[in-house]
């Protein structure tokens, strides 16, 4: 499956972007897919991910309760609703997938990834 994201931007501490993750390929609809995010001289870190028929979701802890993940298998695309955006959001959002029920936290068990998006949020 090749991921292609986009949505991002340059916005204002408190406003919302919403990301998207396109997919192409057979059978992205049995993919777990997810959002890590970079930010210069930063690790990759989780941010989100939700199963294949979307019944489960997670969320990194700093995350929690401001970005929702979502997906629409029939267009084969996934989302990133961000709201209350803040400064320390701002890095390189990069949509992942993964076939298996592996740990979601691990950038390592996504064998297919994006190429990113760049959010910048300002002070």
């Known amino acids: 499956v090749q991921l292609q994201a986009s949505g991002g931007g340059l916005v204002q501490a408190g406003d919302s972007l919403r990301l998207a993750c396109a997919a192409s390929g057979r059978a992205f609809r049995a993919y777990t897919v997810a959002w890590f995010r970079q930010a210069p001289g930063h690790e990759r870190d989780f941010v989100a991910a939700i199963t294949s028929s979307s019944s489960n979701t997670d969320y990194g802890d700093f995350v929690k309760g401001r970005f929702t993940i979502s997906r629409d298998n029939a267009q084969n695309k996934a989302y990133l609703q961000m709201n209350s955006l803040k400064p320390e959001d701002t890095a390189v959002y990069y949509c992942?997938?993964?076939?298996?029920?592996?740990?979601?936290?691990?950038?390592?068990?996504?064998?297919?990834w994006g190429q990113g998006t760049l959010v910048t949020v300002s002070s």
């Open positions: 992942a997938a993964q076939f298996g029920g592996n740990s979601y936290y691990s950038k390592t068990n996504y064998g297919y």
